[in-house]
């Protein structure tokens, strides 16, 4: 069992949710790394666990997202986990910093920003394309966290987006999925 795979297990089965949805499909996250070993990666079909974090400037009220040029839709940052990544967090974390082109960027931890492990905010199971349109769908079992961006932070857009921009708790853009409206509500509770 690789490092990122024992510290996914443990991340999941550390993590408490409150909403029962949510329990439910962690164990469904579970279920799946304990069948695989390698999981948590996009050769890994029909489903692989991704990691995406949300980035929240909680001083300005604002969201960074960015229009997905596969999904046509504004979402959080993330993507595929890789060989490299030690931690969960952490490929959340690279992602996020890639695709935002913000330094200083801290996950959410149990204890505030940077302080201890980062804790997962919410769990979400979709369905996508990401190994080319003329194959056939697989599953992504995202695990998203919250990233808080530094003060004055500016966003670089990346090649991997159309559009990066900033939007303000109840300023979402069209067109915005409910999973990703759900998760701006979550960082509000808990950074807002």
Same mark, same amino acid.
């Given at each position: 069992?690789?490092?990122?795979?024992?510290?996914?297990?443990?991340?999941?089965?550390?993590?408490?949710?409150?909403?029962?949805?949510?329990?439910?499909?962690?164990?469904?996250?579970? *279920?799946?790394?304990?069948?695989?070993?390698?999981?948590?990666?996009?050769?890994?079909?029909?489903?692989?666990?991704?990691a995406s974090a949300l980035v929240v400037d909680?001083?300005?009220?604002?969201?960074?997202?960015?229009?997905?040029?596969?999904?046509? =839709?504004?979402?959080?940052? $993330?993507?595929?986990? &890789?060989?490299?990544?030690?931690?969960?967090?952490?490929?959340?974390? =690279?992602?996020?910093?890639?695709?935002?082109?913000? *330094?200083?960027?801290?996950?959410?931890?149990?204890?505030?920003?940077?302080? $201890?492990?980062?804790?997962?905010?919410?769990?979400? =199971?979709?369905?996508?394309?990401?190994?080319?349109?003329?194959?056939?769908?697989?599953?992504?079992?995202?695990?998203?966290?919250?990233?808080?961006?530094?003060?004055? *932070?500016?966003?670089?857009?990346? &090649?991997?987006?159309?559009?990066?921009?900033?939007?303000?708790?109840? *300023?979402?853009?069209?067109?915005?999925?409910?999973?990703?409206?759900?998760?701006?509500?979550?960082?509000?509770?808990?950074?807002?």
């Amino acid at each position: 069992m690789s490092t990122l795979h024992a510290d996914a297990t443990a991340a999941l089965t550390g993590w408490s949710p409150a909403d029962p949805g949510q329990r439910a499909l962690r164990e469904e996250y579970l *279920a799946h790394l304990a069948e695989r070993p390698d999981g948590l990666f996009k050769a890994c079909l029909p489903a692989h666990i991704t990691a995406s974090a949300l980035v929240v400037d909680p001083a300005g009220g604002r969201v960074l997202l960015t229009l997905h040029p596969k999904v046509g =839709r504004w979402l959080q940052l $993330g993507g595929h986990c &890789e060989p490299g990544d030690a931690t969960l967090g952490a490929a959340a974390l =690279r992602e996020a910093t890639e695709e935002s082109g913000i *330094a200083g960027l801290a996950l959410l931890g149990a204890g505030g920003a940077g302080a $201890g492990a980062p804790v997962p905010v919410k769990l979400d =199971r979709h369905e996508v394309r990401c190994t080319g349109k003329d194959r056939p769908a697989n599953v992504h079992l995202d695990v998203q966290y919250l990233a808080l961006a530094p003060a004055g *932070a500016v966003e670089e857009i990346s &090649e991997e987006s159309l559009d990066l921009r900033w939007f303000g708790w109840d *300023a979402l853009p069209e067109p915005t999925d409910d999973s990703v409206r759900r998760l701006v509500g979550l960082a509000r509770e808990l950074v807002g």
